[in-house]
């Protein structure tokens, strides 16, 4: 299989499955001589962890990091570092049923029909299980871009409810476990979902991360946008359906005269007086806040029995059971916060090397 990795000088390659041993990644193109310890990659990897709250799946995965190369005495050499993370919390048990069945809205069939094989247990390698990794990477990633610039992420909606923009407040998405920045709608969601669990169905969510600090000047014209990379970072984590930049969608029925950003002028360069374009302009960053927002399909593994085909081509019906998340948005979050990080290290040393 390939196409495990993405980006081109800071380049991120994960492997593992759900129920092996071990899972991991390889970063290649960090810069020599950046401080960095386990502790802080660890702080990353618990904002992901699964069982922290009754609203994600009960699988109890400390998710310890190990770093295994490319650290020597604090730092990092310069050559690939490697980080593996231990599975201690398989119930392969729980997909015995599930060897000769294609669920609906997994990828038991596309990876059947590709390979030929494919690892019915958790569904191996397309489980959300290797976003760790990446969330591991991330970590990386945010001491390459340095304190200067920072990336945060939150749920502005699940199911049909949206948070209201004018409460929006970000030390409230550390207060709930939704990272929810509207304290209000955080306890409408608890609501939700419960009662979507007890029904065995589950949720969708949208997804928004910023970046401030982002310097004018990254991305690169026709085929390496900035925008492009951000939307296949973010399209290629799993369950997301859509993604969209600054106001997205919405400027489709935006007037001319409304949808692009006037400019005056500043002590150093332009001020934008607003921000429709979400930071990013031919491809190539403004030095405004970037915004991407993502949406996350519903959780497919539910108690409802659906209709399917064996992979001998027989009709059928299966019920998935065992731990599952009602609305696996909630932890997409670190996920895509780590994405746009590792985005932007890349472009920030591709365009150090193009432009000094």
Known sequence: MASNSFGQVFRVTTWGESHGPRIGCVVDGVPPR?????????????????????????RREPDRV???SGWFEGMTTGTPLAMTVENVDQRSRDYDDLSSVWRPGHADYTYDVKYGIRDWRGSGRASARETAMRVAAGAVARKVLGETIVIRGAVVQIGPHAIDRSAWDWEETGRNPFWCPDC?????WADHLDSVRKEGSSAGAVIEIRASGVPAGLGSPVYGKLDSDLAAAMMSINAVKGVEIGDGFALASAPGTEAA????????????LSNRAGGILGGISTGEELIVRFAVKPTSSIFHERRTVTNEGQ?????????????VGIRAVPVGEAMMACVLA???????????
């Open 34 to 58: 950046i401080p960095i310890s386990e502790d802080e990659i660890q702080h990353w990897m618990d904002r992901r962890r699964p069982g922290t709250s009754r609203y994600t799946t009960q």
């Open 66 to 68: 190990s770093i295994v």
């Open 184 to 188: 209000a709608m955080a306890s409408r």
């Open 261 to 272: 950003d006037e400019m005056r002028s500043g002590g150093n360069g332009p001020q934008f």
């Open 315 to 327: 009709d059928t019906t299966v019920r998935v059971t065992g731990r599952h998340d009602p609305c």
């Open 346 to 356: 890349d472009h920030l040393l591709r365009h150090k090397a193009q432009c000094g």
